[in-house]
């Protein structure tokens, strides 16, 4: 059947109906308990959860001050670069 670690997360035997439906009920209760988490308490479709808004925030955040940094380290160098061809 399937482990949790290492190399035994592999499904062995696929040809036993034992097998294969311990391997849909082990589906099934994984879907059953996110489902029933809460990642989906007051879930209404159609909307974005805040929690989900929150991070695309953050990470536009995190992008913007990341590209910000990139430029301000390639006008260092070029600033640097073109002052040591004026010498």
Known sequence: MLGTTGNDAILTDTTSGTSLQAMRQATKDVF???VNSAAFENYVPGQIPT?????YIIEG???A???LGE???IRGYL???KAATKR
């Open 79 to 81: 600033k640097k670069k």
């Open 51 to 55: 929690w989900q808004s929150t991070s």
């Open 65 to 67: 001050l990341a590209v």
């Open 71 to 73: 430029v301000l380290i």
């Open 61 to 63: 955040v995190v992008a």
């Open 32 to 34: 059953y308990t996110t």
